[in-house]
């Protein structure tokens, strides 16, 4: 077995909604049947019990080495605790090949759990060992470090049960939700509100008591130093105990509390300096240590956070106890599990010598040894709630405090004996703000209620009712995707928003081109919806990125399907007729969200079979009412679109608008059929998004279709009393509609202009001049600058192919290069003649056409 090709599908595919690895598997003769390997089946289980069942549901067909590896890779990852159950295997077209597809959770994760699953399969083969323990061990570790930390995932959790989107940024904690103008970004617990300033503030600890001095906050007394030296001054000066912090630190790290003697001192001065060269030492207030957690203008959370200790029972040491104490599985490393394990390290020996213990000191049953004073959980710490027990005179300090230093989400430290008293009362105070806190002793205490502190954020982020999201308008089919996809814009433009889009020639903000090339994937679209001067977009989606990373997005507003055709690249990547390649453009149209709709082409038997598939309404438009598709729409009373003599009927039960063909120019009166396909299909997608008819109107009365807007679409030029076409047509269906079009046309003399993509099947090259051979008097055949691995001349073999028995065509010249072919038929027009010349390097093609018709 061989793994030759993997990729990650990052957004709703064509297997399902679910992130998943892709992996392309070659299986040998013997492996295509797992009773062609005696033994293999026990043995697998043998070395992975969890493996499942190897049988898909429904699946009727022999089990091969594939669906083992299918199997393993999903419950690997089941077993490291990753919430996955979505897997699936497809043969192809090729005997022996298979397309196994497992969910992910984390991508790194998935990877490697394929990885492990090609061993495991390799070890149970050969009757090798495979160390199960270590592997499902290693994925587990992969997946803490790849998630996000319990804060982070919090927020995420709770945005995605208010149905807002989020993204990644990094591998770290920078996340956005939403998209386009609506979008908001957090970094761990900080939210994008919380100025540069603010964080500053915090960070500065005398400048954060001057500032709560001054409005009456009551703090403990201190000042800044630069040396030991003139720290244990400080601290002589303030009167025994103090705390010592980094001048700038945060979220506790090298803060040390409760200190009384030099010795310890000088510990725990060093270990502050290595987090700020300035060490703040101020008066230690006695009392318990609160941390209360603002958010917005609310108090949160409170909770009381204990100091990592060991209570002896008269038989361990203190170092065994701490052993002990680690072992709860609760305990971790990192900040994955809701304790972390006890640092038993210089501090803590340094603690234990002040309460006149060592690390082999065997405690009396009962008595508790305090291993640090600062009561971090990061440090081994616990936490209980006491949000209900918090006076509301405290949490009022608390939320002004909190607001002076200007932090959105902010962790203030508070000591006093008891959170249910005022603080001047009990002689408490408040020593510390911190920005992006740590939200696990919130979310999952050590011992109380545990408090929803995601939504409170995703509620100061968002509205009620708001979702941060704004349209979204896929468009995919065969022909007519780009200028559908422009046109749609325009439309929506009207109303004043501002536009993203992506297309085959680009990716567009503000009707200003970004990015250049062919820009109709997952990538371009991720990109666009991170831009936050976008209050709508458009994105053409070829199939080719569905079939490498899936969807860009998590789901549309609006699907459309302008049909599905021959020669769309069939024949790759395992897609060899309409069907399969149907099944691909159909994906858009399951990721339709409830309340969105679908645009169909009724004049299409693939397409008008995706209806069922979608979770929304759907909206039918044809140039014939009288399909059957469209009368049953019809007859339900739901949207259809059609043509009647003259105009564009839009019908929803008895309401009618009629929009005529003068008022479409990109029609050109009615002239042209896909055109006119083009422009229902827009005009549904308009009104599937509320845009009132008479905006619809205006937008397609003034959307100019010509080089600059929609290069390579039909444009149409003059020269010497000549009509030249130039289009991007490359398939057989796409040449069909153009004959069609420039059929209206009229001319004395009708020549073409035509290469041929090496990527598409033999049959399909030459049926494209199969069809100009009946509507031409003359072909002008090229070869273009890249033949896509065929080899030179293979191509215009094949269209001269297509030429043979030709009703029309007499006259065939081979040309070598499309600017010398071009310069061909251009000396050949005469006045009154029709050239359609179909480009392969569109804009350089164009441009040269412009040329040579300004050179007269």
């Not at 970004?185 to 915090?202: F, G, L, P, V, Y």
Request: charged share 20%; aromatic share 6%; glycine share 10%.
């Amino acid at each position: 077995m061989e793994i030759s090709r993997i990729r990650a599908l990052r957004g709703p595919n064509l297997w399902s909604r679910h992130t998943a690895i892709q992996a392309l598997v070659s299986c040998a003769e013997n492996e295509l049947a797992l009773s062609h390997l005696p033994g293999f089946e026990a043995r697998i289980r043998a070395r992975f019990p969890h493996i499942g069942a190897m049988r898909p549901i429904g699946y009727e067909g022999e089990i091969s080495v594939a669906h083992a590896l299918q199997f393993a890779a999903l419950n690997l990852q089941a077993q490291a605790g990753c919430p996955v159950s979505f897997s699936r295997s497809a043969p192809t077209t090729e005997p022996g090949i298979y397309q196994v597809v497992v969910e992910y959770t984390e991508e790194a994760v998935g990877r490697r759990a394929f990885e492990l699953a090609q061993t495991l399969c390799e070890a149970a083969r050969a009757d090798q060992p495979f160390d199960l323990d270590a592997a499902v061990a290693e994925l587990r570790e992969l997946d803490e470090d790849e998630r996000l930390g319990p804060s982070t995932g919090s927020i995420v959790h709770a945005a995605v049960a208010r149905d807002i989107p989020y993204r990644r940024l990094t591998r770290g904690s920078l996340v956005q939700f939403g998209w386009g103008s609506k979008q908001r970004r957090i970094q761990a617990a900080e939210i994008d509100t919380t100025s540069a300033i603010a964080e500053s503030i915090a960070q500065d600890k005398e400048l954060t008591k001057q500032l709560w001095e001054s409005a009456g906050v009551p703090v403990p007394v201190g000042r800044v130093v630069d040396n030991v030296e003139d720290g244990w001054q400080a601290a002589l000066e303030i009167g025994l105990p103090v705390v010592t912090k980094p001048f700038d630190g945060n979220q506790g790290k090298g803060v040390t509390v409760n200190i009384v003697s030099r010795d310890h001192f000088d510990i725990v001065f060093a270990v502050a300096q290595e987090y700020s060269k300035h060490v703040m030492v101020e008066k230690f207030i006695t009392g318990n240590d609160f941390r209360m957690l603002v958010v917005g203008d609310k108090l949160i959370a409170a909770a009381r956070r204990e100091p990592p200790t060991v209570i002896g029972d008269g038989v361990h040491t203190v170092s065994e106890l701490v052993e002990i104490v680690n072992s709860d599985p609760r305990r971790g490393t990192g900040h994955a599990t809701s304790l972390t394990k006890i640092r038993f390290d210089n501090i803590a020996h340094a603690r234990l010598a002040v309460q006149g213990y060592t690390a082999d000191s065997v405690l009396p049953k009962g008595a508790r040894a305090v291993l640090r004073n600062n009561a971090n959980l990061s440090t081994g710490g616990t936490a209980t709630d006491v949000t209900d027990d918090v006076h509301p005179e405290v949490a009022a300090r608390v939320i002004a405090a909190a607001q002076m230093v200007g932090i959105d989400i902010c962790g203030v430290d508070v000591v006093c004996e008891n959170v249910g008293r005022p603080l001047e009362e009990q002689g408490g105070g408040m020593v510390e703000a911190n920005a992006a806190p740590g939200l696990r002793m919130h979310l999952d205490p050590s011992y109380g209620k545990g408090r929803d502190v995601g939504t409170a954020v995703i509620e100061t982020m968002f509205a009620p009712g708001e979702d941060g999201r704004i349209p979204i308008v896929a468009v995919a089919g065969t022909n007519g995707k780009t200028t559908t996809v422009r046109l749609i814009s325009h439309l929506i433009e009207q109303t004043g928003k501002r536009m993203g889009m992506t297309t085959t020639d680009g990716v567009y903000v503000h009707n200003r081109r970004i990015d250049t090339g062919d820009c109709s994937g997952p990538k371009s679209a991720k990109n666009v919806l991170m831009h936050p001067e976008v209050d709508a977009v458009v994105f053409e989606t070829a199939r080719g990125g569905v079939l490498r990373e899936g969807l860009g997005f998590d789901r549309c507003n609006v699907a459309v399907i302008t049909n599905i055709g021959m020669g769309d690249h069939l024949g790759l990547n395992y897609i060899t007729t309409t069907e399969e390649l149907a099944v691909v453009k159909r994906v858009i149209v399951q990721n339709v969200g409830a309340g969105g709709t679908a645009v169909l082409n009724a004049a299409d038997p693939s397409v008008v079979k995706m209806a069922s598939a979608c979770p929304g309404h759907v909206i039918f438009f044809a140039i014939d009412p009288h399909l059957p598709a469209m009368m049953t729409h019809r007859a339900q009373g739901k949207r259809v679109l059609y043509r009647d003599g003259q105009v564009i009927v839009a019908a929803e039960g008895t309401l009618v608008e009629r929009l005529d063909f003068s008022g479409i120019p990109l029609t050109r009166n009615g002239a042209i059929g896909f055109q006119i396909e083009n422009a229902m299909a827009a005009i549904g997608a308009a009104w599937a998004l509320g845009i009132d008819w008479n905006t619809i109107r205006l937008g397609l009365a003034n959307f100019i279709s010509d080089v600059g807007t929609a290069p390579g679409r039909f444009n149409v030029f003059d020269y010497r009393g000549a009509t030249l076409v130039a289009d991007y047509g490359h398939n057989p269906d796409a040449i069909q509609a153009l004959v069609q079009a420039v059929d209206a046309l009229p001319a004395k003399q009708r020549w073409v202009v035509i290469s041929g993509a090496g990527d598409r099947r033999d049959e399909d090259i030459r049926r494209q001049t199969e069809i100009l051979g009946k509507a031409f008097d003359g072909a002008i055949l090229y070869q273009d600058a890249c033949q896509r691995g065929r080899a030179d001349g293979e191509v215009l073999g094949l269209l001269r192919q297509g030429l043979i028995g030709a009703t029309r065509t007499k006259s065939i010249e081979e040309i070598h290069g499309e600017f010398l072919a071009i310069d061909t038929a251009l000396s050949k027009l005469q006045p009154g003649d029709l050239c359609l010349i179909l480009v392969d390097q569109v804009e350089e093609a164009l441009a040269h056409i412009t040329r040579q018709i300004a050179a007269g």
